[in-house]
């Protein structure tokens, strides 16, 4: 899945019937993020047992909605203690490729004042 480097992505912590379409998800977009689902988001919902992810997201002049059932095994999903999780794209694919990004950490930022 192609990502753009400065998306905003949410995901829901409750799992969804993945029988919703297009315009269940909106109406779930609008009553557990409290977002417009036209807005520049992508909406990323999961199903009960872990193994199936949709994301919606508005592109322009209408919907897109992107699914993805994995034949074997989970996606690893981070524990959420809200109802919302806001994850940046590097996330996303980490967790698409079924990396539990939540143990992943990288290297820290640094700060200077001066290079030399």
């Known amino acids: 899945m192609f990502l753009p480097e ?17 315009n269940g998800l909106s109406i779930l ?19 009960h047992r872990g193994d199936k992810i949709k994301i919606l997201y508005w592109d322009r002049n209408g919907f897109c909605l992107w699914y993805k059932r994995l034949e074997k095994g989970r996606f690893c999903f981070p524990s959420i203690e809200s109802g919302v999780f806001e994850m940046s794209a590097a996330q996303l694919r980490w967790l698409l490729d079924g990396l539990d990004f939540s143990k992943l950490t990288g290297h820290p930022m640094l700060h200077y004042e001066h290079l030399f």
């Open 29 to 47: 977009v609008a009553d557990t993020f409290g977002k417009n689902p036209l807005s520049e988001y992508l909406f990323v919902f999961r199903n």
């Open 6 to 22: 400065r998306c905003q992505i949410l995901m829901s912590r409750f799992s969804v019937d993945m029988r919703r379409l297009i």
